[in-house]
């Protein structure tokens, strides 16, 4: 059974927005801290977000900062991204992780992370 | 921002050989630094952290060592389900960030 399953991503014009979701089909969403990570076809991994239990702290990386929010609602056990003014760099499969227990990435492995394409 | 730079980009090897994988950090991570294995069309899978401790179901043959900026990821006999991309991470300091990765291709 897939734990964490991305949606939301598609093709959009440079300058659009889109706004991907995780949805988390286990018990305890709330009780963990939450991250978004992306990958650039072809390239490697990159952090781009993070946002603990509560919301309260939450994290970019540089090249998202000012343009990407990170949210959470934990009664629907669901985390968000909304992404704005997007840019062709920004085309990537977006994958969304926990925190482990050691606070370390916890990928699902079944989970096939959702593609968005920048483009004109 | 902390930039890890793992060598060497490729590494060609036989099923059965030792594969020995580098992540140096510009900065000291203390033992903050974890490896992910990734295949093609897969997430990435969590296999060291905190330098040298294995995660759960992870093979003995896989270990980790090193800490501050000099780390190494040796796999001590390559199965075919080995070939694969790995990726370092640390947590020492925000941003969180990876290295490039290590492709270990078939010989």
């Known amino acids: 059974e897939i734990q964490l399953v991305e949606s939301g991503g598609g093709l959009v014009q440079p300058g659009g927005s889109l706004r991907l979701s995780c949805a988390d089909s286990g018990f305890t969403f709330s009780s963990y801290e939450m991250n978004w990570v992306r990958q650039a076809p072809g390239k490697g991994l990159e952090w781009i977000s993070y946002?603990?239990?509560?919301?309260?702290?939450?994290y970019y990386a540089d090249s998202v900062k000012g343009r990407f929010t990170i949210s959470r609602d934990n009664a629907k056990k669901s985390l968000y991204l909304q992404m704005n003014s997007l840019r062709a760099e920004d085309t990537a499969v977006y994958y969304c992780a926990r925190f482990n227990a050691w606070n370390w990435f916890w990928f699902d492995p079944r989970g096939q992370g959702t593609l968005v394409t920048v483009s004109s | 921002e902390i930039v890890l730079t793992q060598s060497p980009a490729t590494l060609s090897l036989s099923p059965g050989e030792r594969a020995t994988l580098s992540c140096r950090a510009s900065q000291s991570v203390g033992t903050y630094l974890a490896w992910y294995q990734q295949k093609p069309g897969q997430a990435p899978r969590l296999l060291i952290y905190?330098?040298?401790n294995g995660a759960t179901g992870i093979p003995a043959r896989f270990s980790g060592s090193g800490s501050g900026t000099d780390f190494t990821l040796t796999i001590s006999s390559l199965e075919p389900d080995d070939f694969a991309v790995y990726y370092c991470?640390?947590?020492?300091?925000?941003?969180?960030?990876f290295g490039g990765g290590t492709k270990v291709e078939i010989k």
């Open positions: 991470q640390q947590r020492g300091n925000w941003p969180l960030t």
């Open positions: 905190d330098a040298s």
């Open positions: 946002i603990s239990t509560s919301g309260s702290t939450i």
